[in-house]
């Protein structure tokens, strides 16, 4: 994997920040830090999307003629499957 280098700025505050993380031993440098919540980030936008793409399922999908407890019955065993 190739990298590449970016400059960024950050506040006072920020940086103090990111140093006490790496003080405690939570990361080895500023790279580090800022590449784990760039796949925090990452990971949270493919939640996010997998989210909305299951609401627009279910809304295109319709009223359902099933009743409230068939349907928690089954959103409970596909949980306990899970």
Do not use: C, F
């Not at 970016?6 to 993380?21: C, D, E, V, Y």
């Not at 407890?69 to 089954?74: L, N, P, T, V």
């Amino acid at each position: 994997m190739s990298t590449v280098r970016k400059t960024i700025t950050l506040s006072g505050p920020q940086n103090a920040w990111i140093k006490r993380q790496i003080a405690q031993g939570d990361y080895t440098n500023d790279s580090e830090y800022i590449r784990e919540l760039v796949r925090r980030d990452q990971e949270g936008h493919a939640k996010l999307s997998e989210l909305k793409k299951a609401i627009a399922e279910g809304l295109e999908s319709g009223v359902s003629d099933r009743t409230l407890d068939a349907i928690w019955s089954e959103a409970e065993r596909r949980a306990a499957d899970a």
